[in-house]
């Protein structure tokens, strides 16, 4: 048991460190005057106006994507006196003072201002915007940084990876997540996920004034705040937003700043005129993490001491509540579990919603920068596809988030793919290693399975194509576009019209009109061989495929690994291209008894012990019909 006049001692002890904490953080705090940057004694560095010169070598400012410098200003982003040319749109204008800077630990302030001209739509909306940035390094923005990213960092962008930055962004266009269009935010990972944001109706601003308006930001590195003030030019500025933030916990030491900005849709000229940045350095201690975290270890052993006392005391009291607060965490996750049973099940949007989500449905922002997600237009078709896929749940199936049918259109939404499809992979428009495109095949497999054999009653896809196979920013596959699926059992004994698409599909289709699992498994032979090797098998008809021959006779010849992607170069698993291109020829059998099913595809793709299917040493020849016509899809006999 600890005594207590020791532990009276460890109090005493613990509230000296305590006041001599505060008293430095007060003291320290005052020392940093705030008015304006220009007071400060360390100017870093400043640009009372821009000009020609200083996108140049030597200028000052390393300039990327859509800057053009004018007299006095930089056009980060513009909008050029023909209307429709195509540099008005998408646009990405990057500006970073050439140097790195150290941004921790200091005080610093920067000042600049800019002209926002907006470029009004038939709706009045103009965007999107410009923001000031704290950047880990100097790389340009991504490229798919236009519209609502405004040239930012995201997460959904580049794979996912985790950029440290921050931007105060100043945005001129309301995208679902914003407030309205005339905001100032503080952003680290993601534009769609603001620290905070503040609208500016009630300082009187209007970013899209055309007006010349200045924003001064300081930062206190004791006090870990961020301020915000906001006015025209020539007016005094007045605080707009306080936000406390620990930049040590957000960026690098040594960081790049500057500007970015972006039009999507929309067309907008953002402009900067002038910039000034001044910093004073803090002792390391400023940052104080470590060294406080000892102090108030130090601290915590008595208390812990003490709590063991209270403890003792208090136990019968801290049992019931200990119990109560139980009750209501299992509640809380009741609830929560509900809650994202509900959210799982596609829901129901407005025309509104989605136009606005979408930017008016262009066709840039499909699976494109919305962020959104993807929205086909569709047809009665997919009336089909609401009820099919709606049910469906597997982690390679493209999930249904909701849909929207008014104006006499039919819309569905799904989740945001950020590669889009392997129609661009199949378009040389990039390139998949082994890995990955192994990771595809059996995704795809698995998905198709699924449908086949583990979903309740067989589902038919019936278009399994390149780009029906949508990929996420991991290049995890999805299977999409349940326009044409079916229920096996709804098309048994109806003579369907053909559909499907040529090249992927199996040739019994054209005589049968009837899709079976057998003609999936056909048109994924096909899709493996095009991934393996790169190449299309277009203009493949009834069994007259060039690649598909190429493939067979590089089996006849035992060299099977010649079909794989020269892009490649070398870098794969040669068994496993065997593997591979063995049960795709098998898939390809014409006779459509004689192709493995899904499940035994997906066994070999995964377990490089499982037996290869066993195949002809040439290429069969003839075309098969099955017989069963009308009544029996099932049936076995053939005719050559
Ligand atoms: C351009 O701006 C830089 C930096 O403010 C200044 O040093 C330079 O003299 C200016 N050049 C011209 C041609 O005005
Ligand atoms: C900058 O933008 C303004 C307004 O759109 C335009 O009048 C001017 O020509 C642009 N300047 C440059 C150098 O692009
Ligand atoms: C305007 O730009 C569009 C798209 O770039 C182009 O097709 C058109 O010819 C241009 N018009 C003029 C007058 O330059
Ligand atoms: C971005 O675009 C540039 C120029 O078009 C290109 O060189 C670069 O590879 C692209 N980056 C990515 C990640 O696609
Ligand atoms: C700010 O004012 C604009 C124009 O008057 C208005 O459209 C917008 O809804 C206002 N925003 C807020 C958050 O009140
Ligand atoms: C921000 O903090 C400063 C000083 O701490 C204060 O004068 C100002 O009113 C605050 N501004 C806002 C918008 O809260």
Known sequence: ??????????????????????????????????????????????????????????????????????????????????????????????????????????????????????????????????????????????????????????????????????AIEMDTFKNEWDLDDNHIGIDTQSVMNSLITKNLNSSHIDLKSSKLIRVKIIYDGWKKEIQIYVGYEGNLLSSFLNQSLRLSKIVPSQVYIGFTASTGLLAETNQIHDWIFSSTKLPENSVMDNKKRKIVLASVIPILGCLVLLALIGAPIIRRRMIQKRERIRRMEELERQYTAAAATPRKFTYKQLAKATKNFSKDNLLGSGGFGSVYKGEREYLAEICTIGRLRHKNILQLQGWCHENEQLLLVYDFMANKSLNEFMAGQSFLDWKTRCKILTGLASSLLYLHEECGDPVVHRDVKPSNVMLDADFSPYLGDFGLARLLKNTTGVTTILAGTVGYMAPELIYTGKATTESD??????????????????????????????????????????????????????NQVIRILTTA????????????????????????????????????????????????PFSGSNTA
């Open 585 to 632: 020829l098998a898939c390809l059998h014409l006779d459509s008894n004689m192709r493995p099913k899904m499940r035994k595809v997906l066994a070999v793709l995964i377990n490089s012990d499982e037996p290869l299917v066993e195949i002809p040493e040439t290429r069969p020849r003839g075309i098969y019909v099955p017989l069963y016509g009308i009544s029996n």
């Open 521 to 574: 498994v056909y048109s994924f032979g096909v899709l493996a061989l095009e991934v393996v090797s790169g190449k299309k098998a277009s203009n493949l008809i009834v069994g007259e495929g060039c690649l598909v021959d190429y493939a067979w006779d590089m089996h006849t010849k035992g060299s099977l690994e010649e079909c794989v992607d020269p892009k490649l170069s070398g870098n794969f698993d040669k």
């Open 1 to 166: 048991m600890l005594n207590p006049p020791k532990i009276l001692q460890h109090f005493l002890l613990f509230y000296t460190i305590i006041i001599i904490l505060l008293q430095q953080e007060v003291l320290s705090s005052s020392s940093y005057s705030s008015s304006t940057c220009d007071d400060d004694d360390h100017v870093i560095f400043s640009f009372p106006k821009f000009n020609t010169s200083n996108c140049k070598p030597g200028g000052g400012l390393l300039c990327m994507g859509a800057i053009s410098p004018g007299e006095g200003y930089l056009n980060m982003t513009t909008v050029s006196s023909n209307s429709s040319s195509k540099s008005n749109f998408n646009s990405i204008g990057r500006v970073l003072y050439n140097k790195p800077i150290q941004i921790w630990p200091t005080s610093f302030c920067t000042s600049f201002s800019f002209k926002i001209f907006p470029h009004y739509n038939e709706i009045g909306d103009s965007g999107d915007g410009i923001a000031f940035v704290i950047a880990q390094d100097n790389s340009p923005s991504p490229n798919q940084s236009f519209g609502s990213y405004l040239g930012l960092q995201d997460p959904l962008l580049e794979g996912k990876k985790r950029y440290q930055q921050l």
